[in-house]
C-alpha cells in the first residue's frame, strides 16, 4: 500500500523525471541492472535523455500555459478597454442626450415663445383691423343713408331714367348752391359722425375685451343694417331691376307707334295763323287749387288757373285744370321742349345738356319748327339764358331756322350790358318786356310768326324772386311762382289788346314738372302730376274732343298744329294725337306705368334718329379728349423765315398715322404747307415758310391723316394763331407754356386767364408753384372755383367766385374787355376782347387762355388746358422671355385716365430702322394684367421704343405712356412720359 501511494504520488510529481526507473526496481520484473559499464552508460544515456525530452515537454508546457496566460490576460485587457470605451461612449452619449434635452426645452420655450408673441401680435392687428372694420361699415352706412336721404327730401319723385341727367344738372347746372346742400345734409353730418365713432374706439380701446368686442360688434351690425336699409330704400324707390331689365332689353314701342310727320298730308288754312307758344319753366297744374283740379290747400297760380279754365285744356265740361304728363325723356328743359314739337323724347346715349356738341339735332326727324318754316312763317325762340345750353339754339335753328334771342342776343343790341347776369342770364320781367317789343314787329310783317319763349325764374331750386315779386305766401318758390302766374296773365292781356290777336293762337305749357326738393312735400302720391296746359284762340278745323283726356307732352305737337287750323291726316303726328279730333291718344290707350316702361327701354329706332356724333370737336374738347400732340417750335430763322417744328406724344387718335401734314395761313391766306417727316422713334419734325412781315398774324395748322378699317380720316391736332414765337407756348404741356409767360413781352402782349367748369384736379406741384410765383394761383382755387387772371404790363388782377365771376374793364390801348368764369357747364366761360365784342375763349373744360397782342390789336393766340382731368397713364414693363430667345414680353398695367378700356395696344419703334413700326394688340389675363409677346429678332434692344395706347368703348386710342429696353437689362423701368396738357 505504501508503494502504491508512493508512486501515485511521485508519478505526477514535476520532478518525476529525475529518477524515471524509480519504481522499476521495485517491480516484480525488474530489470536487472547493468553490469557492464556500456550498460550503465547507455542506461545513463537514456536516462539523461528522458529527462532532457521531460524538461523540454515541461518547458514547452510552460511556454504554452504562459502563452495561454499572456492571452488571457491580452484579451482580459482588451475586454476591458472595450469596457473602458463603452463607458467612455455611453458618457458621451448621455452629454450629447442631455444637450439636446437641453437644446430641445430651449426650443420648446422658443416656440411657446414665439407662439405667445404671435398671439399677442395677432391680437393687436386684430384689434386695430376689427376696429377699422367697425369704423368703415359704420361711417359707410351713415354715410349712404344721409345720401339717400337728401336725394328723396330734394326729389321725391325722382325715378331711376332721370337720376344721371339730375345729378349732371346738380354739379354743372345750378350745382353751387346743390353742392352746398348735399355737404351740409350728408357730408357734414356724415364727418361728426366719423369723429364721434373714431372718439368711441378709442374709449373702447381702454376697456375690458368683452366691452370692447361688444361694443365694435355693435357699430359693425348698425353700419351693416344701415348699408342694407339705405340701399334697399334706394333700389325700391328707383326701381333700379327694372330700369337694369328696362336698358337691357330693347323695345320696338317707338318705332311702331311713331308717325312721321313728313309722310303726313297737312293742310293749313287760307289764312294762316300766328303762333305764340310759351313754355313756363317747371309749371305744373299741381300748384292750383284742390278744387280747381290742382294739388294745394290755397292755389298760387289764380291767373294761370283761370286762363286754362276759361280756354282750351281738355278737360272737357268740368271747369278743373288739366294738363300732359311728363314721360321718360321728357323731365327737363330741353327734353320738354323737344317732346312738345317734335312728339318724341329726347333718348340719346349722350347727356341731354351735351346736345350743343353736335352739328345736327335729330336730323332726319321732321318737327312743328320745320313744318311752320315750309309754311313760310317767321320763327323766334325767345330764353333768358344762353341759348346754346342743352341743344337748344342747335335745335330751333336746324329745325324751323329760328332767330335765337338769347342773353347773348340782347347784349349784342344793347339792350343788356355786357357784365349784367342774374339767375340763369336775366329775368322773366325783362323777357317779358322784351317780347312785346318783338311780337309787335313781327306782326308788322307780312308772313305768319312763330313766336317761342321759354321762361326761367321758376327754374329749381326755390326759384328768382324779382324786383316785382311779392311775399304772400311766406314760400319763396310759392311766391315766384304766383309772380309768373301775374307776368304771364298780364302778357296775355297785353295780346289780346292788339289788333293781331284775333289771328293769333297762344299756346302756355310747362315744359317738365319741378324739380324742387320740397315744393311738392305734401302733395299725394296718388295725385298725377300734369305740366299746365292751355290753348288760348285756338281754330281747330274741327273740335270733337269730349271729357276728360288723358294725355301727354308728346300730344303737344299736333295738338298745336290742329289749333292754328291745320287739317292732319290721321290725326297723329310722332308720338302724339291731336287733342281736338277725339283719337284716343296712345297713354288712353295704355296707362301710365305701361307707357313709362317703353319709353324707359332702351331703342334703336331713337339712336338712328338722333344720328350722334361721338368724335365732334366740341363733345371731345368737352369730354376732355381731343387730339393732340406735344408741338414744339425747335426754331426759327427771321433771315430765311424757316420755322422747324416737332410733335411727339400724340394722343386721341383713333387708328393709324399714314400722313402729317404743317400749313400757315394769315387769315385766310395761305403762306406755305408742308410734310413733317418722321424720325422713326415717335418723333415728326419739319419746316415751314413763314414771312416776317406775317410772324405776328400767322396761323399754323397740323393735320394727322389716320387711317381706321379702310377709312381714311383727317384730323387736327393743332391749331394756335398769333406770333410765331407763341407757338412756342401752344404745345400740350401746361408747365411750359407757363414758363413761356415769364418771358413774354407784356408791354407788348395781355394774357387773358379763365376757368371753365374747374380747374384743380390735374395741377402739378410745380405747375402750382410756377402759378404763385406768376400771381395766379387763384385759378386752382376749390374753395372759389370760378376765377379768372388778367396777366399786363399793369401788374396781375385776379378775380374768384363760387359759382360765376365777371369783371368788365380797359385796356390800356382803350380797348374794352369782359372777361368771366363759370364752375358750372349751364354757363360758359368768355374772353370778350374789342369793340366787336367776340368772345375768343375755346370754352373747353379747364384753364381757356387768350393773348392779345396791344400794338397790332389783333389775337396772338388762343390755348385751353384740360387740368380738371388726369391725363391717361400706365405702368409699363419689358423682360426678356429666356435667355437665348429674341422675345420680350410687355405687360401694362394700372391704365388711368381713360373711358373703359376695351382694348391696348403697343408700338414698337426701332430708332435704328425708321421703316420699322409692329403694332401689336395686348390680351389680358387673369392678374389684370395686358400682356404680350413680340420678337425682336434682328433689332437691338438699346434702339427699341415701346408707345402703348389704350383703346376705349368708343374706338377711340389714348396714349398712356412709353417706355425702351435699357442697356444694363431686360427689364425696364415702370415709367410713363406723358407729361403734356390736355
Request: charged share 25%; net charge negative.
Amino acid at each position: 500500500m505504501k508503494n502504491r501511494r508512493n508512486r501515485k504520488k511521485t508519478s505526477h510529481s514535476r520532478y518525476a523525471y529525475r529518477n524515471p526507473f524509480l519504481y522499476r526496481v521495485n517491480r516484480k520484473h525488474r530489470i536487472s541492472k547493468a553490469e557492464t559499464p556500456a550498460e550503465i552508460q547507455l542506461q545513463a544515456l537514456e536516462k539523461k535523455g528522458f529527462i532532457a525530452r521531460q524538461k523540454e515537454y515541461h518547458s514547452n508546457e510552460i511556454q504554452l500555459r504562459n502563452a495561454r496566460i499572456e492571452q488571457a490576460v491580452s484579451r482580459q485587457e482588451q475586454s476591458r478597454q472595450e469596457v473602458r470605451n463603452i463607458r467612455q461612449e455611453n458618457r458621451d452619449l448621455k452629454r450629447q442626450l442631455k444637450e439636446s434635452r437641453k437644446s430641445f426645452h430651449q426650443a420648446q420655450k422658443d416656440y411657446k415663445s414665439a407662439r405667445k408673441n404671435a398671439r399677442i401680435a395677432k391680437k393687436k392687428n386684430y384689434g386695430v383691423w376689427t376696429s377699422l372694420l367697425a369704423m368703415v361699415v359704420s361711417v359707410t352706412g351713415i354715410f349712404l343713408a344721409f345720401t339717400v336721404k337728401w336725394l328723396f327730401d330734394t326729389w321725391p319723385k325722382l325715378q331711376m331714367d332721370e337720376l344721371v341727367y339730375q345729378l349732371s344738372v346738380s354739379f354743372q347746372g345750378t350745382g353751387g348752391g346743390m353742392v352746398q346742400k348735399f355737404i351740409s345734409s350728408a357730408l357734414l353730418p356724415t364727418v361728426l359722425c366719423l369723429i364721434m365713432v373714431i372718439i368711441l374706439l378709442c374709449l373702447l380701446a381702454h376697456a375690458g375685451k368683452h366691452v370692447r368686442d361688444i361694443g365694435k360688434s355693435v357699430l359693425t351690425a348698425l353700419g351693416a343694417v344701415a348699408i342694407a336699409i339705405s340701399g334697399t330704400v334706394f333700389c325700391t324707390r328707383m326701381d333700379v331691376m327694372a330700369y337694369l331689365n328696362n336698358q337691357m332689353n330693347g323695345s320696338e314701342f317707338i318705332e311702331k307707334n311713331y308717325v312721321d310727320p313728313s309722310e303726313v298730308e297737312l293742310v293749313f288754312p287760307e289764312e294762316k295763323r300766328n303762333l305764340i307758344m310759351i313754355f313756363l319753366e317747371s309749371m305744373e297744374t299741381t300748384y292750383a287749387s284742390i278744387s280747381d283740379g290742382g294739388a294745394f290747400e290755397n292755389g298760387v297760380i289764380p291767373e294761370l288757373t283761370r286762363l286754362s279754365q276759361e280756354n282750351e285744356n281738355f278737360s272737357g265740361d268740368r271747369k278743373t285744370l288739366n294738363g300732359g304728363v311728363s314721360m321718360p325723356g321728357t323731365t327737363w328743359t330741353m327734353g320738354g321742349l323737344f317732346a312738345a314739337t317734335s312728339g318724341l323724347p329726347l333718348q340719346i346715349d349722350i347727356s341731354g345738356n351735351n346736345m350743343d356738341t353736335q352739328t345736327a339735332f335729330f336730323p332726319s326727324i321732321t318737327t312743328l319748327g320745320d313744318i311752320l318754316n315750309e309754311a313760310g312763317y317767321t320763327s323766334v325762340f325767345e330764353c333768358g339764358s344762353d341759348g346754346v345750353f342743352g341743344g337748344r339754339q342747335l335745335y330751333f335753328s336746324t329745325h324751323g331756322n329760328y332767330e335765337i334771342h338769347d342773353i347773348n342776343y340782347y347784349k349784342s343790341i344793347g339792350l343788356l350790358d355786357e357784365d349784367y347776369y342774374v339767375w340763369w342770364g336775366y329775368e322773366d320781367q325783362k323777357l317779358i318786356s322784351y317780347a312785346k317789343e318783338e311780337l309787335t314787329q313781327l306782326a308788322g310783317q307780312d308772313q305768319p310768326f312763330n313766336y317761342t319763349m321759354l321762361t326761367a325764374d321758376t327754374h329749381f331750386e326755390n326759384g328768382y324772386p324779382c324786383s316785382i315779386c311779392v311775399d304772400e305766401y311766406g314760400d319763396q318758390y310759392a311766391n315766384v311762382m304766383a309772380c309768373s302766374s301775374r307776368q304771364i296773365s298780364e302778357l296775355v292781356s297785353w295780346i289780346q289788346e292788339q289788333d293781331w290777336y284775333e289771328n293769333t293762337t297762344i299756346v302756355i305749357t310747362g315744359d317738365h314738372p319741378t324739380m324742387d326738393s320740397d315744393f311738392c312735400n305734401g302733395v299725394d302720391d296718388d295725385y298725377q302730376r300734369r305740366v299746365y296746359t292751355a290753348y288760348i284762340n285756338a281754330a281747330p278745323a274741327e273740335n270733337n274732343s269730349k271729357g276728360m283726356r288723358s294725355f301727354t307732352t308728346f300730344d303737344t305737337f299736333p295738338t298745336v298744329l290742329s289749333a292754328l287750323g291745320v287739317r292732319i291726316d290721321g290725326n297723329r303726328l310722332g308720338l302724339g294725337t291731336d287733342l281736338f279730333s277725339g283719337v284716343s291718344t296712345l297713354l288712353e290707350r295704355s296707362d301710365v306705368l305701361s307707357f313709362s316702361t317703353e319709353l324707359s327701354k332702351s331703342s334703336d329706332f331713337m339712336k338712328e334718329k338722333a344720328s350722334l356724333e361721338q368724335d365732334t370737336d366740341a363733345l371731345i374738347n368737352r369730354s376732355g379728349i381731343s387730339p393732340g400732340g406735344n408741338v414744339t417750335l425747335v426754331s426759327y430763322d427771321e433771315s430765311s423765315e424757316k420755322a422747324v417744328y416737332s410733335v411727339d406724344d400724340i394722343f386721341y387718335l383713333s387708328g393709324s398715322i399714314q400722313a402729317m401734314r404743317i400749313s400757315t395761313y394769315d387769315g385766310e391766306e395761305l403762306l406755305d404747307e408742308g410734310v413733317l417727316e418722321y424720325d422713326g422713334c415717335g418723333q415728326y419734325t419739319g419746316s415751314i415758310r413763314i414771312p416776317v412781315e406775317h410772324m405776328n398774324t400767322v396761323t399754323v395748322r397740323i393735320d394727322v391723316d389716320v387711317q381706321k378699317d379702310d377709312a381714311i380720316k383727317t384730323v387736327n391736332i393743332f391749331d394756335c394763331t398769333g406770333n410765331v414765337y407763341l407757338t412756342a407756348m401752344q404745345g400740350n404741356s401746361f408747365y411750359e407754356y407757363l414758363r413761356g409767360i415769364e418771358e413774354i413781352d407784356l408791354s407788348h402782349y395781355t394774357i387773358f386767364m379763365t376757368v371753365q367748369s374747374e380747374a384743380a384736379d390735374r395741377i402739378t406741384d410745380r405747375e402750382r408753384d410756377l402759378m404763385q410765383e406768376i400771381g395766379i394761383g387763384n385759378l386752382i382755387s376749390t374753395k372759389k372755383p370760378a376765377a379768372y387772371a388778367i396777366i399786363s404790363e399793369d401788374g396781375v388782377r385776379t378775380g374768384n367766385g363760387m359759382d360765376y365771376v365777371r369783371e368788365n374793364g380797359t385796356l390800356s390801348n382803350g380797348v374794352p374787355y369782359v372777361i368771366s368764369s363759370s364752375a358750372n357747364q349751364e354757363q360758359t366761360s368768355s374772353i370778350i376782347v374789342g369793340y366787336e365784342f367776340d368772345d375768343y375763349s375755346l370754352h373747353n373744360r379747364g384753364i381757356n387762355i387768350v393773348v392779345y397782342d396791344q400794338i397790332n390789336d389783333v389775337i396772338a393766340g388762343q390755348k385751353s388746358f384740360n387740368t380738371a382731368d388726369y391725363a391717361p397713364d400706365c405702368n409699363i414693363a419689358v423682360e426678356k422671355s429666356s435667355l437665348i430667345s429674341s422675345r420680350y414680353t410687355i405687360r401694362v398695367t394700372d391704365i388711368t385716365g381713360a373711358n373703359t378700356v376695351s382694348r391696348v395696344l403697343a408700338r414698337v419703334y426701332d430708332v435704328a430702322d425708321p421703316d420699322y413700326v409692329k403694332e401689336q394688340y395686348l390680351n389680358l389675363n387673369f392678374d389684370h394684367e395686358y400682356e404680350a409677346q413680340i420678337d425682336l429678332a434682328g433689332h437691338r434692344k438699346e434702339d427699341i421704343v415701346i408707345y402703348v395706347y389704350a383703346e376705349d368703348t368708343d374706338f377711340r386710342y389714348h396714349f398712356a405712356g412709353s417706355t425702351e429696353i435699357k442697356k444694363t437689362g431686360s427689364v425696364s423701368a415702370l415709367t410713363s412720359l406723358f407729361r403734356s396738357g390736355i
